[in-house]
């Protein structure tokens, strides 16, 4: 997603803005399973939880916070 479909998203001023922040809390949960999909592919390929976190933007703690329990889960 690039600035113009978040723009496309918020609408103009005239849209309804309870209307967009349905849209982006849809987005959100998309978003999250894709991500718990792609951990779970990045495991299964042998990658570690410090290689998971620098492609993520987090700390290797907040990986083993959010997916540690669940290795193999994708339902987050």
């Excluded at 309804?16 to 299964?44: F, G, K, N, W």
Aim: hydrophobic share 40%.
């Amino acid at each position: 997603m690039d600035m113009v479909d978040l723009a496309r998203l918020v609408g103009t001023p005239e849209d309804d803005p309870l209307t967009a922040l349905r849209s982006l809390r849809q987005l959100r949960l998309e978003l999250a399973r894709a991500e718990a999909v792609l951990v779970h592919r990045a495991r299964s390929n042998g990658a570690n939880g410090v290689q998971i976190a620098e492609a993520l933007g987090v700390s290797k703690q907040a990986v083993h916070k959010k997916y540690g329990g669940r290795r193999f889960d994708v339902n987050p």
